[in-house]
């Protein structure tokens, strides 16, 4: 199967806004490996992300957006993917979900009776953040502390690793990021968002083939 991704990143709110931009350098790096479909901002809706699945059949799928524990959500809220309605699109692939709650159910279903390999959240995602960056996401020194981690699994994985390494490289780094936020070094801020970042290492989990990659 030749390379094709997927990536969704609204940007309706604060929240998707820092999600969307922080994505930015992992669409460019898949965008040099292969066809990358991009659903940023408004084009991140449930009719292009059913007909772009069900056109390109990408292999991994990297989804930004609000969620509970039975869906997903692309622009302004709306529902992307759903237990009971949908969640056949994610099957037999690999899917990265940053969004809250999403692998408690949603990813455990697809995982069983999908064949899909899911990475994601079993509570909430929490982004911590600098109140005072929020015009500027991309100088958020706290914020960066949150995403690169969590973008180390798409990038592991568009490089050809392993679900299984892409998920311990991403561990790795917030448990780096998290000794760093306790010492000397960090600022009140960071510091005060350290167990935010604890809590996002404890919730993130990988669901079914560890050995499946691109």
Not at 20 to 44: F, H, M, Q, R
Not at 59 to 76: C, M, Q, R, S, V
Not at 142 to 147: I, K, Q, S, Y
Not at 183 to 210: E, H, K, P, V
Request: hydrophobic share 35%.
């Amino acid at each position: 199967m030749s390379y094709c991704v997927l990536i969704t990143r609204p940007n309706h709110d604060l929240a998707t806004e820092y999600l969307c931009l922080w994505t930015e350098g992992v669409v460019n790096l898949s965008n040099a490996k292969g066809k990358t479909l991009d659903l940023k901002g408004k084009k991140a809706t449930a009719e292009n992300f059913r007909s772009y699945i069900e056109k390109h059949q990408p292999k991994f799928l990297f989804i930004n957006g609000h969620g509970n524990e039975l869906e997903i959500a692309g622009y302004d809220d709306e529902t992307l993917v759903k237990v009971g309605e949908n969640e056949y699109l994610l099957a037999n692939k690999i899917i990265y979900a940053r969004s809250c709650d999403a692998a408690r159910v949603l990813g455990e279903k697809v995982s069983i009776k999908q064949s899909t390999t899911f990475i994601g959240y079993k509570k909430s995602y929490i982004l911590g953040r600098n109140p005072s960056k929020a015009a500027h996401p991309l100088r958020d020194e706290v914020a960066r502390l949150f995403l690169e981690p969590s973008n180390l699994i798409s990038i592991s994985i568009i490089k050809g690793r392993t679900v299984k390494e892409a998920y311990r490289k991403s561990q790795e780094e917030m448990m780096k990021n998290f000794f760093f936020m306790l010492s000397s070094n960090a600022t009140s801020n960071q510091r005060d968002a350290a167990a935010y970042l604890w809590a996002n290492r404890r919730n993130q989990i990988a669901l079914g083939d560890q050995n499946a990659k691109l």
